[in-house]
């Protein structure tokens, strides 16, 4: 019997491997553009960590087992707690703001789907030590910028929020506890009308309350884009929002003022709808989405000036975003922008005749150009001359050496262009230099 990946799990063979590398290096560079840096975690942690930091949903999903020191562990379900643990360690060396990025595996025991696997690898952007909005800005341009490094421009849009909204929204409404309220707003969007209804009721929203916030929901539609932000939000605030509520519209005025200067607002809308499932997120929180398709949320963030304390740290401001790497996928191969996978060969060595001694020179050539920096590789097969440059093909290489053709002169090789066919006689030295 063949023996296959685990459900929920999957091979990368090349060349999906090498180009689930290249997003990885994309995304890398941006981080670094933005003025992050990298922080490493272990992939296996204390599940406490999880079971009283993330909420019920996550410590649920969390493959857990007692390690041979009969210490319950559990493999990494997501990244901000581990990066919350590291700062809290640190925090009084640590120069403020943070700026981290981190680019690991996770795993969850959830029923496997299309973008949904049971181990993925998850790209976060967090910022600690920014009690502003100004935090929440860089995170979203700097994750605009490397979605569009990777080939995703036009492709997406971010809905963002401040819990404080809905939390107000709730209260006025008769809800007895945050929690499944959230739980209900976050379904809004996912389930039909009545059901969504019922989850209002179910959380202790008053029958006159639930046809009007059905309502309020609704006339937001898909979002409201920046231009209809501040007629919409002063009609919000008409509405008998309590003070915390009014300084999360505040919070959100002056965030789509800051995304506005740094060119977001024809990506930007805000949703009410939007509260993310997460126990530790405190105010403003987002996602992003693809712009066609049934605009689920493909990932997301917000800010979570809480949780260092939990790990008996100082008091600290923070916000953050995590994107998996299997919406990611699917977004970027609908739209038929996936890299082609491994980044093509430089230079591709081949022999035109069998001869140990032109083997051996082939191989000398591949190694000082790989010195020089160049990638390049040559035949191991002992194939013909056709063979082999067809394997260069294969391999996209930019051009092709080739020794021992009979029209080259003594000690020279041929020089051929692979896009062109253009070929000229070189020396072996300026062969190995030429750019």
Known sequence: MPFDALRGFRDYPPPEAGARSEIRRRMRAAARRGGYVELETPCVESFELYQTKSGEGIAAQTWMFHDKGERLVALVPETTPSLARVFAARAKSEPLPAKWFTVSKSWRYEEPQAGRTREFLQFNLDILGVPGVEAETDILATTALLLDDVGAQGLYA?????????????????????????????????????????????AGVSPDRVEELRSFFESAGTGIPAANLDRFLSELSREGLDTPALEGVERLRKLFSLLERAGLSDRTVFDPTVVRGLAYYTSIVFEGYAKTGDSRALFGGGRYDHLIELFEGPPTPAAGIAIGDQTLEILLKNAGRWPEGEPPLDTFVAVAVADPALQAEAIAIVQELRRAGRSADCDLLSRNLSRQLKEAARRRSRRALILGLREAAP?????????????????????????
Request: overall charge neutral.
């Open 158 to 202: 971010f809905r963002v929020s401040d819990r404080a909204i809905a939390e107000g929204l709730g209260r006025r409404a008769g809800a007895k506890e945050t929690g499944p309220f959230f739980r209900a707003v976050d379904q809004y969007r996912k389930i039909p009308p009545a059901e969504f209804e019922g989850e209002l009721g179910a």
């Open 411 to 435: 000690g020279a090789l041929v020089e051929r262009d692979l896009a062109t066919g253009e070929q000229r006689e070189v020396a072996r030295s300026a062969a190995v230099r030429s750019e």
